[in-house]
Nanobody, 128 residues
Framework: QLQLVESGGGLVQPGGSLRLSCAAS????????IGWFRQAPGKVREGVSC????????YFADSVKGRFIISSANAKNTVYLQMNSLKPEDTAVYSC?????????????????????WGQGTQVTVSS
């Protein structure tokens, strides 16, 4: 049974950092793409970043490029999203999900239907 569990969210001041974790079970990271999405109140869910550990492909939305880093620890079957220089507009529920190889791209992340087995999400609040 494929399952993803997010953790690491919280309250942080503008300019601060958080590291989110997406722990996978029931499958091997290398066989899939893991994507991070976020949804702020009243807004549609948007793709933030993804990683394809089999070929090293990564993607970042323009809004987070240069501030967020995505990585994987295959031995732990976990993907991390390091978020630096956080802004109030980064406030959202962050969720991870699984997609087939080939969907780690701007186009692939444009439609949430390309991803499945969503985790429960973790709240990130950036506020002073």
């Amino acid at each position: 049974q494929l399952q993803l569990v997010e953790s690491g969210g919280g309250l942080v001041q503008p300019g601060g950092s958080l590291r989110l974790s997406c722990a996978a079970s029931g499958f091997t990271l290398g066989d899939y793409v893991i994507g991070w999405f976020r949804q702020a109140p009243g807004k549609v869910r948007e793709g933030v970043s993804c990683i394809s550990t089999s070929d090293g492909r990564v993607y970042f939305a323009d809004s987070v490029k240069g501030r967020f880093i995505i990585s994987s620890a295959n031995a732990k079957n976990t993907v991390y999203l390091q978020m630096n220089s956080l802004k109030p507009e980064d406030t959202a529920v962050y969720s991870c999900a699984v997609a087939s190889i080939g969907y780690c791209s701007a186009i692939g992340m444009r439609s949430t239907t390309n991803y499945a087995h969503w985790g429960q999400g973790t709240q990130v609040t950036v506020s002073s």
